[in-house]
């Protein structure tokens, strides 16, 4: 396989970058540290960027008349249009973007997660929602890898946000080249992935690289890249996952020892019970890949879909299920 490409990733700037929260703080995210030298970041601080202070007076989304404001209440700022206006001209300057890693339960970067208040009334109820950057960034990308450091906490959703962001920066790689060859090399390769992710969009994105009409290739990459996002857009279901599992498994079922069978199978039930990531079974695979020989499979991102330095089983335990 190539070397992996280097992802480009817009980051919250607080998160290890600058001392920009409104308490003038900046946080520290292992998970970040180690991903630094894999990716391109695109530091950004919505809320400075607006001309609020640091530190600042903090700022909250509050729904009036049925709509988010971003507003300041030891001062009454409403800083709603400012945020908007910047979030449109940032993201549409961004040329290339792979993904978005955010800072949880930001009132402007948080992309699911903020509390929504009623009112600014002491003690107003609250909701669940998006921030005003964080919820523009979800809606303008949403077939982009996009997440909080606080859901990649845990190593399922990890797991499936790298694959996600590799995957993506590796499509946009190869269309840069523009060539159906050079397509046709990039489906056969992350085909095991998708038959895990979805299987339905692969059988889309199959007939569109056979592209029976011989329609342009810049026009069929194009329509590709969306499907692609379509299909990377949910993390699988185990149960998907162990089915491309064992179907590997079956390369080399009669060179394998029960012993070494039964082991898979155990390896398989705890990723099922959430015990184990998906990086377990799949450096199992890969042993038997080195050791059995399979051209076919050697050449499956499956098995590898981001690089081996980042795999990491630390899990807080919480929002797998979100």
């Given at each position: 396989m190539?070397?992996?490409?280097r992802?480009?990733?817009?980051?919250?700037?607080?998160?290890?970058?600058?001392?920009?929260?409104?308490?003038?703080?900046?946080?520290?995210?292992?998970?970040?540290d180690?991903?630094?030298?894999?990716?391109?970041?695109?530091?950004?601080c919505?809320?400075?960027?607006?001309?609020?202070?640091?530190?600042?007076?903090?700022?909250?989304?509050?729904?009036?008349?049925?709509?988010?404001?971003l507003?300041?209440?030891?001062?009454?700022?409403d800083?709603?249009?400012?945020?908007?206006?910047?979030?449109?001209e940032f993201?549409?300057?961004?040329?290339?973007?792979?993904?978005?890693?955010?800072?949880?339960?930001?009132?402007?970067?948080g992309?699911?997660?903020?509390?929504?208040?009623?009112?600014?009334?002491p003690?107003?109820?609250?909701?669940?929602?998006?921030?005003?950057?964080?919820?523009?960034?979800?809606?303008?990308?949403?077939?982009l890898?996009?997440?909080?450091?606080?859901?990649l906490?845990?190593?399922?959703?990890?797991?499936?946000w790298?694959?996600?962001?590799?995957?993506?920066?590796?499509?946009?790689?190869?269309?840069g080249?523009?060539?159906?060859?050079?397509?046709?090399?990039?489906?056969?390769?992350?085909?095991?992935?998708?038959?895990?992710?979805?299987?339905?969009?692969?059988?889309?994105?199959?007939?569109?690289?056979?592209n029976p009409?011989?329609?342009?290739?810049?026009?069929v990459?194009?329509?590709?890249g969306?499907?692609?996002?379509?299909?990377?857009?949910?993390?699988?279901?185990?149960?998907?996952?162990?089915?491309?599992?064992?179907?590997?498994?079956?390369?080399?079922?009669?060179?394998?020892?029960?012993a070494?069978?039964?082991?898979?199978?155990?390896?398989?039930?705890?990723?099922r019970?959430?015990?184990?990531?998906?990086?377990?079974?799949?450096?199992l695979?890969?042993?038997?890949?080195?050791?059995?020989?399979s051209?076919?499979?050697?050449?499956?991102?499956?098995?590898?879909?981001?690089?081996?330095?980042?795999?990491e089983?630390?899990?807080?335990?919480k929002?797998?299920?979100?």
């Amino acid at each position: 396989m190539a070397p992996y490409p280097r992802p480009e990733v817009v980051v919250s700037k607080c998160l290890g970058f600058e001392a920009c929260r409104y308490n003038g703080e900046k946080l520290h995210d292992d998970f970040v540290d180690a991903l630094g030298p894999w990716v391109r970041w695109r530091p950004v601080c919505p809320e400075v960027a607006i001309g609020l202070g640091v530190p600042r007076d903090p700022i909250r989304v509050v729904e009036k008349a049925g709509h988010p404001r971003l507003v300041q209440p030891a001062t009454g700022r409403d800083c709603t249009e400012a945020m908007v206006a910047f979030s449109a001209e940032f993201l549409n300057s961004l040329e290339t973007v792979d993904g978005f890693l955010l800072k949880s339960r930001s009132p402007s970067c948080g992309p699911q997660d903020v509390k929504i208040y009623s009112s600014l009334k002491p003690g107003a109820s609250s909701r669940r929602g998006p921030g005003i950057f964080g919820g523009e960034v979800a809606r303008s990308f949403a077939n982009l890898a996009v997440e909080h450091e606080g859901r990649l906490r845990n190593f399922i959703l990890r797991e499936s946000w790298l694959t996600r962001l590799f995957t993506l920066a590796d499509f946009r790689r190869m269309a840069g080249r523009v060539s159906m060859g050079g397509l046709v090399k990039f489906h056969s390769r992350h085909k095991l992935l998708l038959m895990a992710y979805n299987q339905q969009q692969l059988r889309i994105m199959g007939a569109l690289v056979a592209n029976p009409e011989k329609r342009p290739t810049p026009d069929v990459i194009a329509v590709y890249g969306d499907h692609l996002g379509m299909a990377l857009a949910r993390t699988p279901s185990a149960g998907r996952v162990i089915n491309v599992l064992m179907h590997a498994m079956g390369y080399f079922k009669d060179q394998l020892k029960a012993a070494e069978k039964a082991l898979f199978l155990e390896t398989l039930d705890n990723y099922r019970a959430k015990k184990l990531p998906l990086s377990a079974a799949q450096t199992l695979l890969r042993s038997w890949i080195a050791r059995f020989g399979s051209d076919y499979l050697a050449g499956q991102s499956f098995f590898a879909p981001y690089p081996q330095e980042l795999v990491e089983i630390s899990d807080s335990g919480k929002g797998r299920d979100l």
